[in-house]
T-cell receptor, first 113, second 115 residues
């Protein structure tokens, strides 16, 4: 069964720090990968989409990379702000013939002012 | 609307009752997905529609769960004889195509509580 692991499960950093969130898949056959943000009691906001032919995507202070050979992705957040506090989920389309996303359990980020 | 919408936002029901959850996808999106998220977990796939047809229902946990999308737009997830274990947030997502490279956009979810 496909497993998606996110490390760490929780992270607290002081405002202004750069940080990296990690995501790994047991099966490296990743067709695309999305990073999402989820605020408490809310739905998912799509942050970045990396297709299998790409290695990274950038949006503002966010940079996501994908290493298909190892089945790993990282989300880099520069100059963190208290408003970045949320749970970050990675998810991939990782199965031939299936279009659904497999999700990790998320990293809960707290940025301390 | 600008995004995916879901109604109701919260639903409380008693064990054994029938419930319907509604999803309005982004206008023009042909693909629609239902996921279920339990507390502290990532969402898990339930069913995927391409147009009016269910292209993949392999995530439905049992035959108490059923979903329809009769006109290729709005979808309804139906749960019969609800059980306490069905309590979760039910999320709907849509994408402009059903291909494996299309970005999925999520609604705010419906929080279902079965007493």
């Amino acid at each position: 069964k496909q497993e998606v692991t996110q490390i760490p499960a929780a992270l607290s950093v002081p405002e202004g720090e750069n940080l990296v969130l990690n995501c790994s898949f047991t099966d490296s056959a990743i067709y695309n990968l999305q990073w999402f943000r989820q605020d408490p009691g809310k739905g998912l906001t799509s942050l970045l989409l990396i297709q299998s032919s790409q290695r990274e995507q950038t949006s503002g202070r966010l940079n996501a990379s994908l290493d298909k050979s190892s089945g790993r992705s990282t989300l880099y957040i520069a100059a963190s702000q208290p408003g970045d506090s949320a749970t970050y989920l990675c998810a991939g389309v990782i199965q031939t013939g299936a279009n659904n996303l497999f999700f990790g359990t998320g990293t809960r980020l707290t940025v301390i002012p | 609307g600008a995004g995916v919408s879901q109604t109701p936002s919260n639903k409380v029901t008693e064990k054994g009752k029938y419930v319907e959850l509604r999803c309005d996808p982004i206008s023009g999106h042909t693909a629609l997905y239902w996921y279920r998220q339990s507390l502290g977990q990532g969402p898990e796939f339930l069913i995927y529609f391409q147009g009016t047809g269910a292209a993949d229902d392999s995530g439905l946990p049992n035959d108490r769960f059923f979903a329809v999308r009769p006109e290729g737009s709005v979808s309804t997830l139906k749960i019969q004889r609800t059980e306490r274990g069905d309590s979760a947030v039910y999320l709907c997502a849509s994408s402009s195509g059903g291909g494996i490279y299309n970005e999925q956009f999520f609604g705010p979810g419906t929080r279902l509580t079965v007493l």
